[in-house]
């Protein structure tokens, strides 16, 4: 609540000061109060230059203590080696905002001048809007403090971009596009308010309807994460993430000084958080003005009306590829549209009016699907046809979305020559969803399915997170941190393995031949055996281990073959003996992981296991710690997840046990921050009722000072 509060300043500010302000046209600063003194805003515009004079009919003022009105925000266009004093003087001013426009500082490597410019703000109770931004737009109070083309359009859409240069071309953007916004604000190096902060105040802003952020990469993603999972419950957020290639992640970096996170960890971790991804700034462009417009639909059915059969089944594609449920009651659809359709047309969905419809026949259909409650949403296709007259289907068209806008969600998709696309350019910028393309058309009503289920779903139901002996894991690593280690060997690994509730082939170390003998009768053939070192984490990679070991002089053989190829491998390495393990009977080979994520701090993870996990890559990811829903979603949404159902008369998987184990993987990296990594590969997934036998777990560590989770 204190940042929402604290956030109602900068967007609604009674004073907005410029410091750096020209009255050379082509400087950032003139450009600044001339967007502010055209948008009309309702406060008052206070220009800084030491020069005096006046600006666009504003007074300068020679210094910011020479104003008399209250500033709450302010603008500061002065070169970098300039900000500190200026901060300085905002702080005697009492202002509660800055918002830095200047460049020069984390985006070029300058860390120290970045830090040392929010603490000093923050010492001041004023919180830093940038640096390396292009300002700030808020309808709200018709504030346009940017330095960008000016003439934004109010309306209910709110974009938060890290890239200035893009937010700027946005700006152009949504001019062409008739698409309003409540707010548009730079963020830049996110030194101090970032996303979290800015979506906090978005929540409860009545104007908006939607958000669309651009992101080069996360810093606090915890909180984000956090925050995102709250606001999406309640409006709909759409994100454009650069940074998706590896190259594109470097780019990121260097360009905002901002670390982009792994690609498929950003992906499912949104997804988690019910926000959309846009593949392209045009799609995102087309998800968010259908969204701040259209109604949320009542179910989930969907119609499609057309005039062409081959479009009717691009359609349906479509509608299958962005998750858009078609209607399927064949006697109703029948009898609704029994009155427009010819003898040779077809009822089922797609209704198929054939290229004989006329205007009429769309209106009357689409009625059709107005009327009816069991139908929830409609899909009108047009293809130019010799025997329609293109030059009365806008009315219509303009007619039947009228009809729809406030009831139910309908878009449009058509196709034909010059004459079609000028209609389509003519009725989008009157804010009709017509598109010259089906998939397009669909995509964006599929994006309002899929925010509106989350809208929908309410809060995830609280879960007792399942019982593990947290104090006697921190003991095994602080033995093994006191040697120096920032991993646990394969005994330590087990105990902590018995810690957390997981089961465990029987293993006992043995550190001479003779105890692998005994090891091995005592835990009955077959056995694996596996290479004991702190010099040689990837046991496979070293020839460290044996699988299926029968009788006793397959053991003898294994291990004098283990110790010949560990020392081949590493000749330096000490082995303190070998591991021999019971032979897990086979399952379905999955895999469960959780780590510390440069970006979004605990993460869990599921896939599929064993020695392809690294080639296949069929994972997920989700924030941790996760809930029993979260992570049968997680082990649902794998390619695999079949194998895990049941194939070739095979019985169905213990899925359950699966999720448990997720989910204890995924609290203990949440509290247990010291370590860095977990890994159970392969977790052998058995039938139903029958469990799951962790085989083999890695930890990675950092040390035991923390205690409590950070």
Not at 275 to 290: H, T
Request: with cysteine; aromatic share 6%; charged share 25%.
């Amino acid at each position: 609540m204190e940042t929402r509060a604290s956030m109602g300043r900068l967007f609604n500010p009674r004073g907005v000061a410029v410091v750096g302000a020209s009255a050379n046209p082509g400087k950032i600063g003139y450009r600044v109060v001339e967007n502010m003194v055209k948008a009309g805003f309702t406060g008052e515009i206070y220009p800084i230059n030491p020069k005096g004079g006046e600006i666009l009919g504003r007074k300068v003022y020679a210094k910011l203590a020479d104003v008399e009105g209250a500033v709450d925000v302010a603008v500061l266009a002065v070169p970098a080696e300039h900000v500190l004093g200026a901060v300085g003087d905002c702080a005697a001013k009492d202002v509660g905002h800055l918002v830095v426009v200047t460049s020069g500082f984390s985006e070029i490597g300058n860390i120290a001048l970045e830090k040392e410019l929010v603490a000093l703000a923050k010492k001041h109770g004023m919180r830093v809007l940038g640096p390396n931004i292009f300002g700030i737009y808020s309808a709200t109070s018709r504030l346009d403090a940017t330095f960008g083309p000016g003439g934004i359009l109010p309306g209910h859409v709110a974009i938060v971009t890290q890239s200035g240069a893009l937010g700027i071309a946005m700006i152009g953007k949504t001019a062409a596009e008739s698409l309003g916004l409540s707010a548009l604000i730079s963020v830049g190096n996110k030194s101090d308010i970032d996303e979290a902060d800015l979506l906090e105040y978005l929540a409860d802003d009545p104007e908006t309807r939607v958000v669309l952020l651009y992101v080069e990469g996360v810093k606090n993603g915890e909180r984000l994460v956090k925050t995102l999972r709250e606001v999406t419950q309640r409006k709909h957020v759409v994100v454009i993430k650069s940074g998706r290639s590896a190259r594109g992640a470097m780019a990121a970096a260097s360009h905002t000084g901002s670390l982009a996170g792994a690609d498929d960890v950003f992906d499912d971790i949104m997804r988690q958080c019910g926000v959309l991804r846009a593949e392209s700034v045009q799609e995102a462009f087309n998800w968010v003005r259908f969204l701040s417009t259209a109604p949320l639909p009542s179910g989930e059915d969907a119609v499609i009306v057309t005039n062409g059969g081959g479009i009717g089944v691009l359609a349906t594609d479509a509608c299958e590829k962005y998750g858009v449920r078609l209607y399927d009651n064949q006697p109703v659809l029948a009898t609704a549209f029994a009155d427009v359709m010819p003898e040779f047309g077809s009822s089922k969905n797609p209704v198929d009016l054939t290229g004989q419809a006329t205007g009429d026949d769309y209106a009357r259909s689409l009625d059709a699907v107005l009327a009816r409650s069991d139908m929830h949403a409609a899909i009108a296709l047009y293809c130019e046809t010799a025997l329609f007259d293109t030059t009365q289907f806008a009315d219509l068209l303009r007619s039947v979305y009228r009809r729809y806008a406030e009831v139910k969600p309908i878009v449009f998709a058509l196709f034909g020559g010059e004459r079609i696309e000028t209609m389509i350019r003519e009725l989008r910028s009157e804010g009709v969803p017509v598109f010259g393309d089906v998939y397009e058309a669909i995509s964006v009503l599929g994006s309002l399915y899929r925010s509106w289920r989350r809208l929908t779903e309410g809060n995830e139901e609280a879960e007792t997170p399942p019982e593990m002996d947290i104090a006697s894991i921190r003991q095994v690593l602080a033995r093994a941190g006191a040697q120096g280690r920032k991993f646990l060997l394969a005994h330590e690994a087990a105990e902590v393995a018995a810690a957390l509730g997981l089961r465990m082939p029987r293993s006992i170390l043995a550190r001479d031949l003779d105890a692998a003998i005994r090891a091995a009768e005592t835990i009955g053939y077959p056995v694996v055996m596996k290479v004991v070192s702190k010099d040689i984490v990837h046991k496979s990679d070293a020839g460290g281990v044996a699988l299926d070991l029968e009788d006793r002089d397959e053991v003898v053989d294994a291990y004098q073959a283990i110790l010949r190829s560990c020392l081949r491998y590493k000749p330096d390495a000490v082995i303190e003996g070998v591991e021999v393990v019971e032979m897990v009977r086979a399952g379905v080979e999955t895999i469960v992981g959780a780590r510390q994520d440069p970006s979004f701090g605990p993460v869990a993870m599921f896939g599929l296991g064993g020695i392809y996990v690294e080639v296949m890559k069929d994972v997920s990811f989700r924030a941790a710690p996760v809930t029993g829903r979260v992570a049968r979603e997680m082990i649902g949404s794998i390619r695999a997840y079949p194998l895990l159902l049941g194939v070739r008369g095979e019985s169905r998987k213990d899925i359950g046990a699966a999720a448990d184990v997720v989910m204890r993987l995924g609290r203990l990296i949440a509290e247990c921050r010291e370590i860095t990594d977990i890994e159970v590969n392969p977790l052998v997934v058995y039938d139903y009722g029958e469990g799951v036998k962790a085989v083999d777990v890695r930890i990675l560590f950092r040390g035991t000072q923390g205690g409590d989770a950070a």
